[in-house]
């Protein structure tokens, strides 16, 4: 069954840091490029970061950048995406998803987790 | 960057109904678009990419028109399992931005 499991979520202060992960299975992760996309409670869909099927890749929202750093694990039996999230603010208090892309660099969001909350606050 | 705007930003209606919800992208993305549809606590399901292609298990009901910067998703005879948000995405270039949502609510 192709399927991704979050983790990491969790209560954080304002200025602290997280690690979100996204544990892939069912399909091959190494061929595919990856994505975050978080949901502020009552709000849209709002994109986070994406990465290469390579790794070599990487793209942020300006919401973002210089703040969070996507990574992927593409070892056999490691087959996990990152968030790691820096300087956190209340603003990115919100369920985050991990997603499939359809394509190596590029594509549709095809296969979507579960989602794990994130909340900033003190 | 690219930005999505959906209209109608909710619509009431009835079983049975055609239903349109329109997106338009602020510049050119070719067909690079995809619809999504996202009910309370659940993730985001993907309906249709390139524009017009229908993901795989999507009821034909749903479908999808145009290209370069205005689209459209058609809901032909509306279901209740049909009431959810629904969102189109950019996915021509990063950032990969949504439109707002549309929500369909039963009238």
């Known amino acids: 069954e192709v399927q991704l499991v979050e983790s990491g979520g969790g209560l954080v202060q304002p200025g602290g840091s997280l690690r979100l992960a996204c544990a892939a299975s069912g399909f091959t992760f190494s061929n595919y490029a990856m994505s975050w996309v978080r949901q502020a409670p009552g709000k849209g869909l709002e994109w986070v970061s994406g990465i290469s099927s390579s790794g070599d890749t990487t793209y942020y929202a300006d919401a973002v950048k210089g703040r969070f750093v996507i990574s992927r694990d593409n070892s056999e039996n490691t087959f996990t995406l990152y968030l790691q999230m820096n300087s956190l603010r209340a603003e990115d208090t919100a369920v985050y998803y991990c997603?499939?892309?359809?394509?190596?660099?590029?594509?549709?969001?095809?296969?979507w987790g579960q989602g794990t909350m994130v909340t900033v606050s003190s | 960057d690219i930005q999505m705007t959906q209209s109608p930003s909710s619509l009431s209606a009835s079983v049975g109904d055609r239903v349109t919800i329109t997106c338009r992208a602020s510049q050119g993305i070719s067909n690079y678009l995809a619809w999504y549809q996202q009910k309370p606590g659940k993730a985001p399901k993907l309906l249709i990419y390139?524009?017009?292609t229908l993901q795989s298990g999507v009821p034909p009901r749903f479908s999808g028109s145009g290209s370069g910067t205005d689209f459209t998703l058609t809901i032909s005879s509306l279901q209740p399992e049909d009431l959810a948000t629904y969102y189109c995405?950019?996915?021509?270039?990063?950032?990969?931005?949504f439109g707002q949502g549309t929500k369909v609510e039963s009238k």
């Open positions: 390139g524009a017009y």
């Open positions: 995405q950019n996915y021509r270039s990063a950032p990969w931005t």
């Open positions: 997603a499939k892309l359809r394509g190596s660099d590029r594509g549709a969001f095809d296969i």
